[in-house]
Each structure stands twice: as C-alpha cells, then as structure tokens.
Nanobody, 121 residues
Framework: QVQLVESGGGLVQAGGSLRLSCAASGGTFSMYAMGWFRQAPGKEREFVTTISWSAGNTYYADSVKGRFTISRDNAKNTVYLQMNNLKPEDTAVYYC??????????????WGPGTQVTVSS
C-alpha cells in the first residue's frame, strides 16, 4: 500500500501561485496513476486533476484548466501540482491520491492527509 504526504500549501492572494508536492513511499510509484482532489468547507471532495503512470495522459476539471498543471517525477516518487492565477474559490484542502486509471477518478483509493490552500481576495 502506497503512503502519500502532501506539502506546499499555504495562504496566497488571488492571482498568486503555489506549487504542491506529494511524496510517495511504500509502493511502486511508477505503477500508479496519481491525482489531486480537493474539498472546500461544507462541500464534498472533488476531482481536480490526474496523470497516468507514464505522464502520457492528464485530465483536468474545467474549473482549473489553463491555470493548474500536474506533473510527476517517477525517479523521485513525487507528483506536483502547479497552481497559477489562484482564485478565492480554489480555497480547499488539497489531497494527493494514487489509483489505477487516470481517467477514472473513482479508481483512486489511496489518499494523503491533505494540505490547506487558502486564497484571499
């Protein structure tokens, strides 16, 4: 079972940028599709973006397309989320996840503890 730990969250003004990282251990990282999900206060957890094991395929929620970029470094067992032009509605706890299929968010079953991202207006 893969273990995941996120880092890089914080407080940023609207229009700013943050880069989240997720370090994986305890599994064969390169075999997993990886993804980022988020949960805002009072809302259900939602899909943000996923990437296939080879990084050949990426998927994005419409709300973040053109602003967020997911990437991975299989040599470092790490997945990244570059977030640009942040908006107050991006405020949420961001979770890193590992799964079988990048195109199937419901296949993601391993989760990190989450990192808080707060965007002030």
């Amino acid at each position: 079972q893969v273990q995941l730990v996120e880092s890089g969250g914080g407080l940023v003004q609207a229009g700013g940028s943050l880069r989240l990282s997720c370090a994986a251990s305890g599994g064969t990282f390169s075999m997993y599709a990886m993804g980022w999900f988020r949960q805002a206060p009072g809302k259900e957890r939602e899909f943000v973006t996923t990437i296939s094991w080879s990084a050949g395929n990426t998927y994005y929620a419409d709300s973040v397309k053109g602003r967020f970029t997911i990437s991975r470094d299989n040599a470092k067992n790490t997945v990244y989320l570059q977030m640009n032009n942040l908006k107050p509605e991006d405020t949420a706890v961001y979770y890193c996840a590992a799964g079988r299929y990048a195109g199937v968010p419901s296949s993601f079953r391993s989760w990190g503890p989450g990192t808080q991202v707060t965007v002030s207006s």
